[in-house]
Nanobody
Framework: QVQLVESGGGLVQAGGSLRLSCAAS????????MGWYRQAPGKQRELVAG??????NYANSVKGRFTISRDNAKNTVYLQMDSLKPEDTAVYYC??????????????????WGQGTQVTVSS
């Protein structure tokens, strides 16, 4: 079984910072892409940032304020969020595109989601 466990959400004032972490565990053979999505009330889930083989991409709304990084040894992805704005308020979800192994020795590629962590930015 593969699990993505997120941490680091919370309540912060506008202009403040938070750091989200997402650790992947299980029968992971390789990681293709890890990223962060968010979903605000009444809105669709949107990509915030992704990282693959050192290449990073960001939503226009967070460029220059958020930084995604990855620790391959720990199968962990981070999202450093600075200069937070009230419009950043949402549930943030970790996503990982992984190649995993099973008990039979086979491997397959699949996408996994974390449980979500609430980020609330007050004005």
């Amino acid at each position: 079984q593969v699990q993505l466990v997120e941490s680091g959400g919370g309540l912060v004032q506008a202009g403040g910072s938070l750091r989200l972490s997402c650790a992947a565990s299980g029968s992971i053979l390789s990681i293709n892409v890890m990223g962060w999505y968010r979903q605000a009330p009444g809105k669709q889930r949107e990509l915030v940032a992704g990282i693959s083989s050192g290449v990073r991409n960001y939503a226009n709304s967070v460029k220059g304020r958020f930084t995604i990084s990855r620790d391959n040894a720990k199968n962990t992805v981070y999202l450093q969020m600075d200069s937070l704005k009230p419009e950043d308020t949402a549930v943030y979800y970790c996503n990982a595109d992984l190649v995993v192994g099973d008990y039979s020795g086979s491997s397959y590629r699949n996408a996994y989601w974390g449980q979500g962590t609430q980020v609330t930015v007050s004005s």
